[in-house]
Every structure is written in C-alpha cells, then in structure tokens.
C-alpha cells in the first residue's frame, strides 16, 4: 500500500539536533537552483505587463512579490504555474537534477494541444504548486474532502482499482480521511471536518487552501496575496503557517503581497522580487525601501471590515452635510459564494458591509483584491441582487429597482475595466450615453469603432460619457485610472474633484497603493 | 450546377432567418433558446389553422408571425426574465427552455396530431428564374427573407432603437447602466426572436410541409451556425446561415439526399473546433 | 402479473439509463443529448451480434459497451476543450450523425448485416431472440444487470475516482493545479456513462425483439435527461426516483381512462411543466444533490 506523504507539525518544537537549512535572514541562499526565467514577455493586446523578465528562484528561498495592481504579479505567478502561455521568453526548470526547458512562443503543434507539457499538472509533478487569490475551494465538497481530494497516490482514482480492488481502495481511503481530520484539527478546524467549504470564512479557507497545496505533495509554493481580505486573527495564523512551511518543512515560497502586508512577512523573507514596468528587480530585504506610508489625515475613515476602508478626503471649502447614500447590513452572494459580508467564526453568523457617504464629498474605497469591492460596486449600481441590508439613497430605498431607475434617481457607476460597446462607434456611444456636449480631444475618434481603440482609449470613453452625460449625485468608479496613460488620467482626476465639491464621488483604489496622494495624480 | 447552389441557397436563407432569431436572443442573454424549436413547430399549424378558417393567405401568414412572436415574449416574461432576476445559471436557463420547448410540441400533439400537413396553396407552380427552376412558394419565400433580413440590417445600423439593440446584443449590463431599460429591450429581443421564427417556419413550410418534428434538424443546425457565426456579430449568424444552406444542398448531392444532415453536422463541428483553437489564445484561462 | 414483468423491465432500463446520465451531468457536470445515440449503439450492436453472428448473450452485451466506450472518445475529447453550451452542440451533433449512421448505412439491395448494409436503415432488425426465453425470466435478468450497475455506480462514484470528479465539476483548473490529471478521468467517466446506455440498449433490444432507427430519436435523449433531472442528480438515488416517476406517470394517466396516444403526449407535457417548476422551485430534482442552477 502506498506511503502517505508526511504530515504538517504545526505544533511539535524541532528537535535540538537536527540542523535547519534554512538561510539565515538577509543573506542570499545557496540552495540548487530550481528554477530560471529569462526575457519572459506578456502583452494582453496592445497593454505590455512583463516586457523581458528574468529571475531565478533557489531552494529555500523565500521570495515576496510586489508591485502595483496591473504591473503583472498575478500574471508572472499564472505563467510559472503553467496557467498562461508567454509571449516570449525562456523557463528553465532543475529540479533533482532533471532538466526541462520550456521556450516560447510555442510551436503550432503544441498550441493544437500535442505534446504539450505546460500545463498546470506538469508544474506541479516537478513540484511547483500554487494557491488562488479567490482561494478556490470545491465547494460542493466538504472541508475533509477538499483536503482528501489533493493527497497524492490514491488508488481508488484510478477507476478500474477502485472497482477492482475495492476493500483495498477503502481501507486507504480511511487512512486518507483520517490524514484530511488530523490536517483540520491542526488548522483549528477539527469540528468541521463535514462542513461544505463555501460555507467557510475567508480567514479559514485560505488556511484550508494552502493546507491543501502542501498536502498535494508541493516542495516550491507560490501563493497569490495570502493575506488578502483576511481579519487580523487569521493574519498571524497565515504568517505562522507560512513560517512554519518555509523553516520547518523547507518549502520555497514564493509570496505575493501588497504594501500593508508585507511587513508582516518580511521577517521571513530572503529575498524581494519588485516588478515595475515590466522589469523584475531583485533586492535583498533589507535593502529594500520601506513600503510607503499612508499619509491621508485620518479625518474619517470607516472600517468595512476585513481590511477595507472607506476614506473620506477633504475637498476644499465645502463641508460634507447630509447623509445621501447609506449602505446598511449588506450581504451579496455570487451564486452559492458569499462575497460582501463575512461570516463571523466558522460557519457562524453573516456580518454585512455598512458605509455612509455625504454629499458632497469624495471618498476612497481601499480594499483588497478578491475582498469584493467590485461585487459591492455591482450591488449598488443594481446589477447584482443583495440577499440582505438596504442601500437608501437621499432616504429612498434603492436596493430593489432596476439599474436603469437607479440611473434616473442620479446614480451612475463605471465598472472597472469598462469596455463599452465593442461593435458600436464612439460617436453612438456618445449618442446612447446622451452626453450633452463634446470633451476635447475626441473629434478623431468619433467615427472609429470601439473594438479598433486602445484599453486606454476605450476606457477614457467610457468616463467621460459619464462625466458629460446627464447629471447624477453619485458617481462611483472602480479603478478609474487603471489603464489611462498619465495625461489622461490628470484631466480625468481633476473633473472628479471639481464634481466632488457638488456631488458625491467614490473612487476604488487599487490595493498596493499606500499613499491616497498618488490615485488623483 | 446552378440548381443545386441555387436550392441550397433558399433553404440557406430560411436557415439564417432561424439562425439570426437564436443569436439575437443568445448574444444579450447568453440563453441556449432551445424553445426555438418549440414555436416553429407551432407556427404553421397556426397558419394552416387559420387557412382552413377561412382567412385570406396575408392574415393567416400574419397570424403566424405574431403568434410566434407571442409565445416568444411569453418565455422570456415567465421563464428566463424572472430567472434572470434571480441570477440563476446558464444550466438552469438550458433546462427552462427544454421544458418550453416540450410544452410546445406536446400541445400541437394534442390538438393537431402528429401527421404531415401542407398548407395547399397551389404555390407548387413551378417558375424559371435565371435559367434555374424554383417553386413560388420558394422564389417568394426567398425575397421575403431577403427582405427581412435587409430591413433588420438596416434598423440595427441606423435607428435610435436598432443601435441600442445592438448594444444590448454587445453589452447588457453596460447599457443598463447607462440607463436603458434592458428588461423591456429583451422583451423586443425575444419578440424579433419570435418573429424570424416564424417567417422561416412559414418559409420552410410553405416549401416542404410541416408535422410537429419537422423542424427539429433545421432549428439545431440553425443554432449551430448562429453559435459559430455570432462569436464575430449579429450577421456573422447570417452569413453562417447561407453559407450551411449551400453546403448542406451541395453535400446532399456529392453524398446521397439522406447523409446531408450527418454531414452538415461533421462540418459544423470542424468549424466550431477550429475556432476554438484558433480564438482560445488564453487556453489554459487564468482569471485574474 | 405479465403487466408487471413488462413495468419491472422497463423501471431497469430506465435506471440503467437514470444512472448514465447521473455520471454525466451530476457528477461530471455536462449536460447531454447524446444518450440516445450511445443506446442506439448498444441495441444494434446486441442485434447485430445475436442475429447476423450467432454470439451469446453476454458477450453480445459486452460488444456493445466496447463500442459505445470507444466512441464516447468524441465527447471526452470534446469536453477537454468546450463547456456549456458548446458541447450540448456536440453531443446534439453526435446524436444527429449516429442517427444519420442508423438510418443510411443501408442499401435496398444488400443483404443486411454486410459492411454495405450494416443497419437495414429504416426496417430496423428483427426477430432477436430473448436470450432467457420467458418474460418473468427476462426480469430477473434486467433486475440483476440493473442490480450490478448499481454496484458499479456505488463504487465508482463514493471512491476517489468520483471525488475527483466532483472536484472537477466545481472547479477544473484548481485540481490541476494539484497535480491532478483530469483528462483520463474524463474518458473514463464518459466511456462508463456511455457503457450503460449500452447496456440499457441492449437489453431494451432484447427484450423487444425489434428494434429500428427511432431508437437513436433526439425526442428520447430529451426525454432520459427530463427523467434524471426530475428525478435529481449527483447521488446514488436521484437515477431510481427518476426511473420511477417516468415509468409510475402514464400508469396512474391510464387511470383517468385516456387513449395511449393521449396519455403519452400528456406525460410529455407534464414533463416539461415539471422540468420549469424544478428549475424554480427544486432545482436539485426530487431526490438529488447537484442543483441544476
């Protein structure tokens, strides 16, 4: 009968004589190398994220991974993991002597699906495993088969021995759900082995989550943003496991974080990858600058919960006055998933999110990524239904009318990465948007069709239908910014903040931004 | 030679009139309308019904358009309007229509039977048209559905209407949220749906008879070339519909009348795998 | 007594059939048209190899899961690449060209059962013989292959085989991200989903001593994934609720004293009225786990 492979000691002191491998912190390790990537280049269209990266990970190492939101961490953690195809560029992978080498662009052959070895197993067979930004648990399962389904070697997966050798397959199949209880019970999540892994918090599932990728056997880790959107309970549990990976188990990590987080892992660290402007700088931690300090005046902030806030900044001259649009006890689902609220405890009571916005005012909403800000957008623009709480603006109940009756009651709202209307051209945008008058700039453009313009392009003409169409009392944008070039993105900044000394504006800013002071630049 | 193409190309203009009414209701809503199937099977029986009634050609073929219309804005007021309302997913949409689309049929059953009818209007007369010999019931057929399809063409391109329809076929939470009511535009959705059934039921009909299955092979090889000619636009679906008459006439007389739809469907699949590759540049999909 | 012989062997059939879709649709996620074709399959190839060859019951059965495995290699290569709705579009166009297959591989001429003749198109095939020569044999014989394909299906699906694809219908690229292969395990779950539509083929062949191309009908297909999605999915119980009511409705119509003609067209409309009201009100069928929404 196959081994299951070890377990997890969470809570078992190592023993007085057996030598760590663990590099001391601030020195570079001189683990084999595991892996290396050269000229790694990804373009989505015409927006270049990675322009010739290169880097290479050591064993033991652990390597945190920051950037702007946009400047491609999530896109050069999806190709590492085999998730996404480069442009171009090289990867190499060593491990136990064994070489691979994976050059891109791939040959026609491999691209029809033959003899194609990037893929996601691949990665992981060398392994290279990985966790999601939105976890990605099974959900119709539950939490002992979430972490039962990952344990490798399984007889009973291979269908002809699970019919074949059937006593065998069960008696290892006890073994496996005894393992699954054991790695729970270590997580704090003993009693809720049966539980269905959508009814689980944040704070836990993430937990779960990377329980579930060492249990699969992964040696090199890369996690997507670990301590996103997590309560600080389940802030010190994550760091705590992640410090037991990387010294105990010696797993190399690779961990994405934004600025706030960071220095609660930077202890851990050995090395800093910073990516900007599609280039990779190595740093060691100490060296590295410290991540920038939030400088907004603390005049009125209001938690949302799990992290996120809702800043309000002082516009000049006008005093906020009344109340227009509160949001009260909100709790938004996306199918069977909780997005907006939060359970409290495991599988306890839902908390939903509640804000006031005064008019007039602007605010900025901070929140992690995979926290739900875009869902929360949706639901007050009316495109997704809310399961519980109300959205009353200027004292009316909004959370039951169409989109469409929410526009006419004065509220506007942009999605983030807003396309438009691919076939349309942008004079009849312009048309269908009913804006009154022409911003500069756009007589060239009028008669092309959306789908020929730039993401910037489209973006700016998505904004400014909204800016120049009728008048609205809320504006909410998300990430209105993302993809404008800086002129562009001036002009845009300065009409938000004229409008804001009449009206109300939120503004979702992106996560790793410390400073308030650079999202209207 | 002639014949041939010129045959497939009238059954090819019915297919993309049924072709455009399954892309205009799937590119706003993403709904599979199975039920497609259901209203044109029951479109010319209500035809036939009111012929035998007594009513002239123009108000039975009416009757026939607006009863397909009908039933079509009943589905999306009591199925997939509501369901959309409770975001329900796609599968659920798919197992709604199914259900409608037995519905339908199960009632003509019923009432009508299930054997082949004709709507006898003496259109048989053969005529000759550019050297090629075509019934009346298909030359008119044929410049109906021209008709047709140009007029929508022109409504999309160019009416206040068309273009927010045409959004709505891009983009439906973007248009709601620029304030247009998208209840109301998937109603019209629905109702063209409707109405282009209908038109190609008549059509289809009028040239080779009707019983409660008739259809069936014409609606699916419909929706599989709206769904490979949609991907590009609303008259990708057109194009698609054409272009599968004229294949389907041309392999019923390389192969035999009786392999066509086997065919037709091989062919179907090979374009729609191919697109797949070709268009999937993010295979392995990471969602960011 | 003879009534209810011919009720039991068809609540087999239809559990057999019940049970295929479940390993499909609730498990691994992908709605189907295409059983009927898959049955089609199994039933021509049991005529075939009873009549024309001589072959036994058993391996003439086992003849008809091989080949309907194999060809379910077009969907399981299918669903390595499309969802949704473009593979239903693939599973209608299997089942339009294995009825295509039924109907055309016949010329007048020929003596059926050649390379030139293989189906006898629209005659059909007759005269195969029931291999246990009574009706209240037959039963036992349906009861007992129902019986090990649910043996087969309790095994499979509550081992990890079925876990993973579980894991699979809710969230593919995650498990690969595991390491775990999910190609095989769709071909293995496609060619068992397809192997018992076979075997209820076949024994519907067998039974009924004739069969013809309306066995390959799209109108059947529709109505075994009415059958398995009213009865639910995605447990070991749905198929048999669903064999269930499918078989028990026209019975208890008979009772309102309606023409058969009658009472079929109103099972069907009935069907459909239930398939809208479980999409709203139950969508996990009547006795299922995996909700259609």
């Not at chain 2, 358009?65 to 997939?80: N, Q």
Request: with cysteine; net charge positive; charged share 15%.
């Amino acid at each position: 009968m196959r081994q299951i492979p070890g377990r997890l000691n969470m809570d078992k002191a190592p023993a007085s004589n057996v030598k760590t491998s663990a590099p001391a912190r601030g020195s570079r390790p001189e683990g084999a190398v595991l892996l290396r990537a050269s000229g790694l280049s990804k373009a989505f269209g015409s927006q270049v994220v990675l322009d010739g990266v290169d880097l290479e990970l050591r064993q033991g190492e652990v390597v945190i991974l920051r950037g702007f939101n946009g400047s491609g961490k999530s896109t050069l953690l999806n190709i590492l993991s085999a998730n996404l195809e480069p442009d171009s560029g090289v990867l190499e992978l060593g491990v136990n002597g064994a070489r691979k080498i994976f050059r891109f662009p791939s040959r026609w052959w491999q691209k029809l699906g033959l003899k194609n070895e990037f893929i996601p197993e691949f990665m992981f067979n060398k392994g290279f495993g990985r966790t999601w930004q939105d976890i990605r648990l099974f959900s119709t399962l539950n939490l002992c088969d979430n972490i039962a389904a990952a344990i490798p070697g399984q007889m009973g997966e291979n269908p002809w021995l699970a019919v074949g050798r059937f006593a065998t397959v069960k008696r290892q199949e006890r073994t496996v759900a005894s393992a699954s209880q054991e790695e729970l019970a270590l997580l704090g999540l003993r009693e809720e082995g049966r539980m269905l892994a959508e009814k689980l918090s944040v704070g836990h599932a993430k937990c779960v989550a990377i329980a579930r990728a060492v249990r699969a056997g992964a040696k090199v880790l890369c996690l997507d943003e670990p301590l996103a959107g997590v309560d600080n309970l389940h802030k010190k549990k994550i760091v705590e496991l992640l410090r037991v990976l990387a010294q105990r188990e010696h797993l190399t990590l690779v961990i994405i974080e934004h600025s706030w987080n960071i220095s609660q892992i930077l202890g851990l660290a050995t090395t800093i990858w910073t990516l900007e402007g599609g280039k990779l700088r190595v740093e060691q931690p100490s060296k590295a600058g410290s991540p920038p300090v939030n400088e907004v005046s603390e005049s009125d902030i209001q938690q949302l919960g799990r992290t996120a806030t809702l800043t309000s900044v002082r516009v000049a001259g006008k005093e906020a006055s009344k109340p227009f649009l509160e949001v009260d006890d909100l709790v938004v689902y996306r199918g069977r998933r909780l997005i907006v609220g939060d359970y409290e405890g495991a599988g306890g009571k839902i908390k939903g999110v509640s804000f006031t916005l005064r008019q007039p005012g602007l605010y900025h909403l901070h929140a992690p990524n995979a926290w739900g800000a875009s869902t929360l957008i949706e639901a007050i623009a009316g495109l997704i239904p809310v399961a519980r709480g109300r959205i009353h603006l200027n004292g009316e109940n909004i959370e039951s009318l169409p989109p469409w009756q929410r526009v006419s009651a004065g509220v506007r709202v942009a999605l983030a990465r807003a396309n438009g209307f691919q076939s349309l051209t942008v004079r009849e945008m312009f048309d269908l948007a009913q804006v009154r008058s022409l911003p500069e700039g756009f007589s060239p453009l009028l008669a092309k069709q959306m789908s020929s313009l730039s993401g910037g392009e489209r973006q700016k003409v998505v904004l400014w239908s909204i800016l120049h169409g009728p008048e609205f009392q809320v504006g909410v944008f998300d990430e209105p910014f993302m993809s404008l070039d800086a002129r562009e993105a001036e002009r845009i900044g300065d009409e938000l903040s004229r409008l804001a000394s009449e009206k109300i504006i939120l503004i979702t800013v992106p996560a790793s931004t410390g400073s308030t002071e650079e999202v209207i630049p | 030679m002639l014949a041939i193409f010129a045959d497939g190309f009238i059954s090819g203009l019915g297919t993309a009139l049924l072709a455009v009414a399954f892309a205009v209701v799937y590119l706003p809503t993403r709904v599979f309308y199975i039920a497609l199937g259901g209203i044109f099977a029951f479109v010319p029986y209500v035809v036939w019904a009111c012929l035998t009634a007594g009513f002239g050609v123009i108000a039975s073929f009416a009757c026939g358009i607006f009863s397909g219309i009908f039933f079509s804005v009943l589905a999306e007021a009591v199925l997939h309007g509501p369901l959309e309302q409770r975001k329900t997913a796609h599968d659920g949409h798919f197992v709604c229509s199914l259900g409608y689309y037995i519905i339908l049929i199960q009632i003509v059953c019923l009432i009508w039977g299930t054997q082949k009818k004709a709507f006898r209007l003496g259109a048989d007369v053969m005529t000759e048209v550019g050297g090629v010999r075509l019934s009346l019931a298909q030359f008119t057929g044929a410049i109906a559905a021209i008709l047709i399809l140009t007029g929508f063409y022109l409504w999309v391109q160019h009416s206040k209407l068309g273009i927010q329809f045409r959004a709505l076929a891009d983009n439906s939470r973007e248009l709601a949220l620029a304030g247009r009511n998208i209840t109301a535009l998937r109603l019209l959705a629905f109702a063209i749906s409707g109405a282009f059934a209908a038109a190609s039921a008549i059509m289809f009909a009028s040239d080779l008879g009707f019983h409660p299955y008739s259809g069936l092979d014409a609606v699916l090889i419909a929706m599989a070339a709206a769904m490979v000619g949609a991907r590009w636009s609303l008259f990708g679906a057109v194009g698609m519909g054409i272009g599968i008459g004229i294949v389907r006439a041309q392999a019923g007389f390389v192969f035999s009348a009786q392999w066509q739809d086997p065919v037709t469907f091989i062919i179907l699949i090979g374009v729609l795998w191919l697109q797949e590759v070709f268009s999937a540049k993010r295979r392995l999909e990471a969602l960011s | 007594m003879n009534y209810l012989l011919h009720l039991t062997i068809y609540f087999c059939i239809y559990a057999i059939l019940a049970m295929s879709l479940n390993v499909m649709v609730g498990y691994c996620g992908k709605l189907t048209l295409a059983s009927s074709g898959y049955f089609a399959i199994g039933a021509y190839a049991y005529a075939l190899a009873t009549v024309k060859l001589g072959w036994h019951f058993v391996p003439a059965i086992f003849l008809g899961i091989l080949i309907a495995a194999l060809a379910s290699l077009v969907l399981s290569i299918a669903a390595w690449r499309f969802k949704g709705d473009v593979f239903v579009m693939f599973s209608l166009a299997v089942q339009a060209i294995i009825l295509g297959v039924c109907v055309n591989w016949a010329v007048g001429s020929a003596e059926f059962g050649t390379w030139a003749n293989l189906t006898n198109g629209p005659l059909g095939i007759s005269a195969i013989a029931n291999p246990v020569h009574t009706r209240g044999n037959f039963a036992v014989l349906a009861l007992a292959l129902m019986g090990i394909a649910a043996i087969l299906c309790r095994l499979l699906l509550s081992s990890p085989f079925g876990r993973i694809l579980l894991a699979m219908r809710d969230d593919e690229l995650a498990l690969r991200g595991l390491g775990k292969g999910v190609k095989m395990a769709k071909v293995y779950a496609f060619a068992f989903s397809c192997g018992l539509a076979a075997l209820a083929g076949s024994l519907y062949a067998a039974y009924l001593g004739y069969i013809n191309p309306s066995v390959a009908a799209l109108d059947f297909s529709v109505l075994w994934l009415c059958m398995a999605i009213i009865g639910g999915m995605g447990n070991l119980y749905g198929p048999f609720a669903g064999a269930a009511i499918l078989l028990l409705l026209p019975e208890m119509l008979r009772f309102a004293q309606l023409p058969t003609a009658v009472a079929d067209d109103l099972r069907l409309l009935l069907y459909g009225v239930f398939l809208i009201l479980l999409t709203f009100f139950r969508p996990q069928g009547i006795c299922g786990r995996y909700r259609v929404d």
